[in-house]
């Protein structure tokens, strides 16, 4: 049982949508970029392991805090810049924030990704203008369903071997039904959300970590895992389910 769990480890170290230092910086699959400064609430992460450098995304919930996904931590050392479009092309419009502290989520697992969300509290408090701005959550008893048309934004890569752009991105995407997320081991329906028509190309892929998935202007869902050669559908974690664990925290600090 040890060698086999130990495999999916080091399966799922591939499925993860976290941008390695080595890969460089990306897109969305099949995506368009995004006018600059339309999504004020996008974070783009600069993650430090051991003095090299990855990123992932995430998103702006209030003046302190970020929401990402779990497995953009790991002990790492993480700076937020809020107001981007070009990751490239520093702009008066950006704010580099320093993490102050981060909470992964204490039933987090990093074997199946389940539970793979966690807040960022940041240093300083984000100030909100026409190019940093919040999104909303869903309420706890929101359960979004498949057929719905949703959208992600991100900088993760444009295809398995293609860097792409530096900006801002963004894709539309189905919600599937839990079946066609069957293939992945640790799929839970309750907690996740099966995103992206397998009869399609379009798709998040590595960079896009944490990022959201925008419902009618709802945050509902952060990109999680998908398969290796890009082909959706990938999982998103359902954010319903956290509201309260993430009202908690907001209240508490």
Known sequence: MGSITGKMQGLLLWLIFFLPPEAGAGEIISGIE?????????AYLNVTIHQRY???????????????????????IITVILGAHD?????????????????????????????DIMLLKLQTKAKL???????????????????????????GQTGVENPGSDTLREVKLRLMKAEACNHFMFYNH???????????????????????????????????????????PAVFTRISPYVSWINKILKSK
């Not at 026409?130 to 909303?136: D, K, L």
């Open 190 to 232: 309750n907690l996740q959300i099966c995103v992206g028509n397998p009869k399609e190309t379009r798709s998040v892929f590595k960079g896009d970590s944490g990022g959201p998935l925008l419902c009618a202007g709802v945050a509902q869902g952060i990109v999680s895992y998908g398969r290796p050669d890009a082909k959706p």
């Open 87 to 115: 990751i490239k092309q520093e702009e008066s419009t950006w704010q580099k924030l320093e993490v102050k502290e981060q909470f992964v989520h204490p039933k987090y697992d990093y074997s199946t990704e389940v539970n």
């Open 129 to 155: 203008n026409h190019a940093v701005g919040t999104v909303p959550l869903p309420t706890k008893s929101t359960f979004i369903q498949p057929g719905k048309v949703c959208r992600a934004t991100g900088w």
């Open 54 to 76: 990855g990123n992932c995304g995430g998103f702006l919930i209030s003046e302190e805090f970020v929401v990402t996904a779990a497995h953009c931590s790991k002990g790492r």
């Open 34 to 42: 995004s006018k600059p400064h339309s999504r004020p609430y996008m």
